[in-house]
Every structure is written in structure tokens, then in C-alpha cells.
């Protein structure tokens, strides 16, 4: 945790004692009164926040001088085949340390209709593993998080948007490696598509085509769905500058 | 696991009930006498097995064709500040999926000596994370680990081999972004630098600038050691024509 992230704008807070950022204040940082940490508001801006009191076993209260800067997303959304909860944690937390700006979730022809049900989407637990993944990245940005019953259901949504820069990965049919799709450094919005673990169906690639997606390769490797996306979402980055 | 690695060459194989590669092959797989499943050979061809019996609960036979053509390593190779045993297995794995040549880890001025005790290291696990790795990645090629007592500790042995390019990915100080770095797409050797998770000391820069090493940053974001090693090497293996 490189930051730590709150929902509302206030310029005193107070942490019950039992608050994670609470106990992690007390007991990874070692803090005490007088001392300064870095806080963010949700899609908001960073700021510094000081120690009014030690910490010891006392709810915790905190003075917070807001920046002005709101960190900006990454022009990158991503639109991927609904994983088991386990790859979706993962998911989660890395594409908000890379910052990206929607998360759109479909139930794909080879998924389970079972992974849909997990207490991750019903609890809250996704939106955990959001600013998890945010307060490791130092930032305050969390991506916009949506799921549809297919992928054909999910296209109204994406063409709300316009993402000029439409790729999917697909190691089993393409023949192009993502390396030489054509993205300017201009930062224009980008839409990258991943399917489930075990891949897209014939139809959901016919989908992507007709839709104006490139269908692109990582390589001879099969690696994990996290993996390919945290690797695709980098090349498309540095290709637009970002990294 | 998309192919089941063996370390040495044979025809005809038995695995004990109780092997974890006849518990996949029975409970995961849930193969029956006359399938056929992908095997592979540590650093040699992959192949193709046979059942010649049914795997319920007996020593399970496997006949084996092996292939001519041996899978390649990337061309690039990791070196890494020792993180902690936790991030270790997931760099262990990642990197072994992705194809690396060698993976040298050094105890980083900003590491814990305590790293270096973990049983990950003592008790053979961390070559069950390289198979692991390449398991997944239907690769045989396993990355070559060493170990060095500091940074410098470790140039002579990257000294013996020609890695014309040297790239360290450092946050915090660079200014210039990894997609500005140029490699030719001609797959030469790449040496990728990474610091641990606290990052690199003033020393371990200086020793990298000095020893041919640029210095490139990821952009704005704190990643996950993990996440920035993926997200390099993806970049550089893009830039190779290899993803």
C-alpha cells in the first residue's frame, strides 16, 4: 500500500481502531503523532495526510491537505472473457495498478456460468481488490467495472465509446503478433479484448472481427489469462508512450 | 499444466498412483487407456504419450514419441534484486512461462538477508516453480537460476555472455520511458535489470550505469515487482518481434 484510499472528500477523518488502514498504519508503518502519510480520494486527488494522535488501541485521526492534480486514467479499457474468481482477483487488482479505465466482464462461450456466482462479485470483495490494486499503483483512479451476459451483449456498450484502437488477443488463430499492430502515441482510447482461459469460441472471434477488432498473437507461449493481459496492456502502452 | 514434463529422455515411462503428474493426468485430465497427452523433456523436444492403462489407482504407463524440433529460450534474460519468498514463486513461474534464458538474483542493498533462507531456495520448490511455469506455457525450455551475494557480486557472470543490450527498469530516478529503448528486431541477447521490492540503492545505479546498463522507467505507477518485470519483458520481447 503506497497510498491509502478514501470514498469521500473530507479534511478530517476519524479510523475506528479495528479500520485496515487503521491497523496498517499502526502496525506496518510504525506511525506515530505528528507523522505524515500519502492518502487519495477515489477518483479524486492525492494528498498529505498528518497524525493528530499515537495511534495506540485509540480510533485514529487524521488532517488531510488535498493536492489539486487528479491523476489521470490509462487510455486503455479492457474487455475480457468473465475468469474464475481466483484469475478475476488478480485481474482486478492488476488492471487498477495499471489504471485502466473500464473493466468490461462477459460471460464467454468456454467460461462457467458458476464464476458469475462467487461471493467476489456479490460481497463487495471486487471493489476491495480494486483500490488494493490502486493504493499499491499510487493511485487514485479505479476502473469502471461492468459485466454482460456475452460478448455480443456487451457491444452497445463499448460503442458508447469511441475506442478508434480496437485488439483482441488470440494465440490459437492469429497470425499477426500484437507487436505489429499499429497504435499512434497519441493516447487515443484503446480497446484490448482477452478471452477466458480456455479461449474464444468461433463465434466470439467472428463477433470481434465484424466489430472492427484486430486480432493480434503474444508469441508460441500459453500463458495465463493475467499474464497475457498484463503483458498485451504493456506493449499497447508503450507503443502509445505510457510506459 | 497444457503439457507434463519429464527430466530424462525415455520411451516408456511409469508413474507411481501417488506422482502429482499421474494425479492430473487421472483427476484433472480424467484420461482412460488409449489417450494421448503432450509431454515434454527439461531443455529438449516435446512429445507425445500414450495410456496403456486405465489410471485408477495403479502405476500409470505411458509410451512416448518425442518430437524432433527443441523449443528455443527467449533471448532475453532476467536480473533481479532477491524479493521476498512470495514475489520470488510468482517471478520463478512467470518467467519460466515466458521462456527466459537465465534468471540471476543478487541480494539487493534494499533486500532482507532473511530472503535467501526461505525454503523456497533450500528445498528444491523453486524448481518445481520453473516447471510449473513452463508447464503452462507448453514450453520445455527451463531458465538457468544463480545466485549472487550482491550486484556486483554478479558481473563477472554476466560478463561471460554477450548481452549487447542492457536495460534496468528504475522508477523512481529515470527519465527516459522503456518504449523509448531501442533493441533491433535481430533477437540478440538482452540482459532486463530489476531492482527488488524497495527498489535499487545509489550504489547498485551507479554499478549499472557503468557497466552499459540504461536506465528506463515504466511510467507513473508503483507496480508490483512482478507486474514490472512482466510488463518489461513483454515490452522488450514486442520490440524483438517476439509477442
Known amino acids: 500500500m503506497n497510498l491509502i484510499l478514501f ?45 493528530l494522535n499515537n495511534p495506540s488501541g485509540d480510533a485514529l485521526r487524521l488532517k488531510i491537505e488535498w493536492g489539486e492534480e487528479i491523476p489521470k486514467p490509462c487510455p486503455i479499457s479492457l474487455l475480457a472473457g468473465l475468469p474464475r474468481p481466483q484469475t478475476a482477483r488478480k485481474l482486478l487488482r492488476e488492471c487498477a495498478s495499471l489504471g485502466l479505465g473500464k473493466i468490461m466482464f462477459f460471460e464467454a462461450e468456454k467460461g462457467e456460468p458458476s464464476y458469475k456466482k462467487s461471493k467476489l462479485w456479490s460481497a463487495g470483495e471486487w471493489h476491495r481488490q480494486l483500490m488494493q490494486g490502486a493504493e499499491q499503483a499510487f493511485s487514485t483512479h479505479l476502473p469502471e467495472v461492468s459485466h454482460f451476459p456475452s460478448l455480443r451483449a456487451a457491444l452497445p456498450d463499448f460503442d458508447k465509446d469511441p475506442f478508434p484502437y480496437r485488439v483482441g488477443v488470440d494465440n490459437y488463430e492469429s497470425t499477426m503478433a500484437l507487436s505489429q499492430f499499429h497504435v499512434n502515441d497519441d493516447e487515443t482510447l484503446c480497446l484490448l479484448a482477452v478471452g477466458p482461459e480456455r479461449g474464444w469460441s468461433q463465434d466470439e472471434r467472428n463477433t470481434l472481427r465484424e466489430t472492427g477488432f484486430t486480432l493480434a498473437h503474444l508469441g508460441e507461449r500459453v500463458l495465463r489469462m493475467e499474464t497475457a493481459t498484463i503483458a498485451a496492456l504493456s506493449i499497447i502502452a508503450a507503443k502509445m508512450g505510457l510506459m
Open 7 to 51: 470514498q469521500k472528500r473530507s479534511d478530517f477523518r476519524k479510523l475506528p481502531a479495528d479500520d485496515p488502514r487503521a491497523v496498517h498504519i499502526r502496525e506496518v508503518l510504525g506511525m506515530q503523532k505528528g507523522d505524515r502519510l500519502d492518502v487519495g480520494l477515489v477518483n479524486g486527488p492525492r494528498g498529505r495526510a498528518i497524525l
